[in-house]
């Protein structure tokens, strides 16, 4: 009689530290296989949909700045920093953490102002009316300042709230973005770098929700309508791919054993 023995659904025989074995390498596997944040350019984009969690990465090119403050005798690094971002009016809209972030992301500082959008008016060659405006303002010391522009910086927005649909008409949402620079009597325009957006994924597939006995998913999948069943991530493929192969070759390596046993049972009774 076989002890510490585990039967699968199918009725296949799998050894304790064989079947314990494939679980613990699934479970490595299910560990390391997270997903990982989505980047998208959003530049050429004339709006887009934010949801909580989102970033907004913003490059800000200030090279037209150092130029002109040379020419003025002035520092090439800016000590003010504003911007504004326009949106068509919306309303019930979250709230945005803002930050000046250096190219290399080892330096921050964050914006001050209102963390939300508020009512404006725009006249513009592609639209005027009404808008929506979210603001900032930042003071640098000489040294905070070189450390940030020693590259172009980026302005980082992470939205916490429902989803929020930001766009506005015939601009893009490069264009959407305002920054002014100021050192000393001068004030430049930033130039408009590329736009980023950067989603994080859902968690992982939690290791609770497969069982001992097969590694079937815990939650009854005949009792799911098929129209309310999600379309599964691409984590979730690899997931369940990465599983299969796994659980395969440690049945194959196990068939293989127990073959070449029987091969040389056979040979002993057969050859005494």
């Known amino acids: 009689m076989r002890r510490n023995a585990f039967y699968n659904h199918s009725g296949m025989y799998f050894g304790r530290r064989s079947y314990f074995a494939c679980f613990a390498a699934t479970a490595l596997f299910a560990a390391t296989a997270l997903p990982a944040a989505t980047i998208l350019d959003v530049s050429a984009n004339t709006s887009t949909i934010l949801q909580n969690g989102d970033t ?5 090119i200030s090279w037209n700045f150092a130029r002109n403050a040379l020419s ?19 309303a019930g809209a979250g ?10 992301g080892t330096t921050s500082a964050a914006f001050t102002g209102p963390r939300t959008f508020s009512d404006g008016l725009m006249t513009g060659s592609g639209y005027t009316g009404a808008v929506s405006t979210l603001s900032g303002y ?3 010391s ?8 020693a590259d172009s910086p980026v302005i980082v927005l992470t939205y916490s709230g429902a989803d929020l649909a ?5 601009y893009t949402l490069r264009q959407e973005m305002q920054v002014s620079l100021t050192g000393g009597p001068l004030t430049v325009g930033a130039l408009q770098g590329p736009v980023t957006l950067q989603s994080p994924d859902p968690p992982g597939i939690p ?3 497969f069982e001992l006995d097969g590694f079937q998913p815990a939650p009854d999948q005949n009792s799911v309508n098929d129209s309310s069943v999600p379309e599964p991530s691409s984590a979730l493929l690899s997931l369940g791919g990465g599983a299969l192969l796994i659980a395969v070759s440690c049945l194959s390596r196990r068939l293989t054993r127990r073959r070449d046993r029987i091969a040389r049972e056979k040979s002993i009774v057969c050859n005494p």
């Open 56 to 60: 907004l990465t913003f490059q800000v």
């Open 72 to 90: 003025f005798g002035q520092s090439i690094y800016p000590t003010d920093v504003s911007f504004s971002l326009v949106t068509a009016p919306v």
């Open 95 to 104: 709230n945005f953490d803002a930050t000046l972030q250096s190219a290399d």
């Open 138 to 140: 930042l003071h640098l």
């Open 142 to 149: 000489p040294l905070l300042s070189e450390a940030l522009f």
């Open 166 to 170: 930001l766009g506005l008409d015939s």
């Open 207 to 209: 290791l609770a929700a």
